[in-house]
């Protein structure tokens, strides 16, 4: 479904107002209500308890029905374990799993909130190009996202790679991706930056073909999204 906000131009300068509605959402928003506004997954998933995959995704439904599942609930969990082609994987638990299959699962539960805002840390640091680009476009096209907001240690995307060539310009907008853009962002990724370029520019084309706008900015600082509503680029 599609939520509430406005599209933006893909400049750090149009993230602005995404930063302050976030904000607000965080601040205003009663504790009891902001499960239901908002999903966060978050790098480090790891769970004591043994669940099966079918169970994990349907924790996303606790905000809307608190252990009582209803048939939107239930109806909402099979079609995050089929957006994710988790079907087959839906009786299995998940310690049986690989690391990009259970990266998966995790990202079909956050789905399965149905929230407005969806906030994942390196949702892609287990999966493979291939697996990357259908995920990135599964969660833009079925979340109906206005905006995807990337936070990088590079801030955005360079004719070179800043770090070894100076002469390197950033480009604030892109309007197009081509194969002249593709190929300025190869090989950027530093140990900060698990996905590199090559991989942001794939979450560019999967949010472009869902209509949803992207923009880069640095999350290599405290407070990023704060420091992104300052000015930062």
Known sequence: RRSRHYLYETTV???????QTLRGLI???PTADLARRLAILG??????????VRELVSFGRWPHCHGRPTPRDR???AA??????????????LD????GQAQRAHVAMT???ETDWLLLDEPLNNLDLAHARSLLAQVAGMAGADVLLLLSDVDGLYTANPRVDPGARHLATVAKITPEIEAMA????TTLSSGGMRTKILAAKAAVRAGCAMAISTGDVNRPLAALEAGAT
């Open 75 to 77: 109806s909402a969990v």
């Open 43 to 52: 790098q480090n998933t790891g769970i004591a308890s043994r669940l099966r």
């Open 111 to 113: 789905v399965a909130q």
């Open 80 to 93: 995050a374990l089929q957006m994710f082609d988790l079907e087959p994987l839906a009786d299995r638990f």
């Open 186 to 189: 190869g090989g950027t990724g």
């Open 96 to 99: 049986e799993l690989s690391g």
């Open 13 to 19: 300068g149009a993230g602005l107002p995404i930063v």
């Open 27 to 29: 601040t205003r928003t």
